[in-house]
């Protein structure tokens, strides 16, 4: 069996340009999820007034996030649509504190609308699940010269993407083709390479076949020449292989970083941000083959 050091962890960019950061990625940085949301698939509702996603979003930076990533709409499966003004109405709050807490702020979002706000709000990010295909966002994010993209595959809407799952030839392939052209669409309108990270979108338009090859292969997706973003967390292929519910799909979902790690992922987005880095920090001691010095903070 080879060694975590042995298989496919060469970032391609040592750094990602993030809005006022500069993300050193030798080693893979932990984004914690915010949901702002009534419905989220796992934690909707947990934490949709503002105080209590403060409270959250707190507790995740003490346990470790080097990113936040606030959302306002549900993507899951067959999720209804929300409005550009509620979905922002619910980030607003949050983000107007979250951007004064010294680390990159992240906003989970696909209308451009929402976008623009956020990034005039002080937004790092923009992590969009439809790689800035909407009307105005690939100006908007070339105007925006500082902010950081996460450009992830999916096909159609979150409402009926899963009736999109039907790929004809290879899935790994296809998302490889479909990022690579989204990449060259969004370098085209003038954002630069040390500022995007690609996603294989776990989930989104995918069967559990779908993503379980993503993740046997993903080693494949580095041919790409960006860093990866891999979101695994609580999603519905780890209840299908534990037989567990969402709220208890923790270790699988620390298993699924982890292995998303050796595979060469740059960013986890996770939920479960304690039991991530603490995996993390053995995964990189065991990497390194002697106990770790006190690094990243
Ligand atoms: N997954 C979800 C949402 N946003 N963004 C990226 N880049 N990658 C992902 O895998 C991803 C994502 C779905 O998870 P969650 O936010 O917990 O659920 P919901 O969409 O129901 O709020």
Known sequence: ?????????????????AGRFQLTLDSPVVMGIVNLTPDSFSDGGQHDAPEAALAHAQRLVEEGAHILDLGGESTRPGAPAVSAEQEWARLAPVLAEVVRWGLPVSVDTRRTEVMARALDMGADIINDVQALQAPGALELLARHRQAGVCLMHMRGEPGTMQQHADYTGDVVQEVLQWLAHRVQAVQAAGVQAQRIVLDPGIGFAKTAAHNLQLLHRQHELQALGFPLLIGWSRKSTLGLITGRPAPQRQAASVAAALLAAQAGASVLRVHDVAATVDALKVWRAATLGKPPEQDRQ
């Open 1 to 17: 069996m080879s060694t975590p050091s042995q298989r496919g962890r060469q970032a391609p960019f040592s750094c990602w340009s």
